[in-house]
């Protein structure tokens, strides 16, 4: 497993490969239900509200507000520096996701505020989104 500035790479799996593809290319992308119009997220082989498995790839505007986020002083790992802030970031167009969120000072982050999606190149295959607070 690779590791990048102290965060374990996740390996791109056949259903997570379009995910990461979007990355590479600057988009965030969510999967979609055709049946129920559902967005999915993390990536499913099938419809977790109506089990269709007719799911597509939409790219997502990439922002949203944060419900919910912690600041992490104490890493589990001694190469990850801190602090960082994990959250869950609400989507405009209706889904949610959990990530990281750029902030040069942890205590401006609050729940409810705005943040759009960033991409941070951690290898050749991998960009990961991070969130940015914007105004
Ligand atoms: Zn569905």
Redesign the pocket.
């Known amino acids: 497993m690779d590791v990048w500035n102290g965060i374990p790479l996740p390996e791109p799996s056949e259903l997570t490969a379009p995910f990461w593809a979007a990355c590479r290319a600057g988009t965030l992308a969510v999967q979609h ?1 055709a ?4 967005r999915i997220f993390p990536p499913l082989p099938a ?1 977790p ?4 498995r007719k799911l597509s790839w939409l790219p997502s505007p990439g922002r949203g507000v944060i419900y919910s986020f912690t600041v992490v002083r104490r890493a589990a790992r001694p190469d990850r520096p801190v602090p960082y802030i994990i959250a869950t970031i609400d989507l405009d167009d209706g889904w949610s996701m959990t990530g990281n969120v750029a902030a040069a000072e942890p205590d401006a982050v609050r729940c409810g505020s705005a943040v759009a999606v960033r991409f941070l190149v951690a290898s050749a295959e991998i960009h990961l989104p991070v969130f940015a607070l914007i105004d």
């Open positions: 239900c049946a129920c119009a559902r419809c509200g109506c089990l269709s």
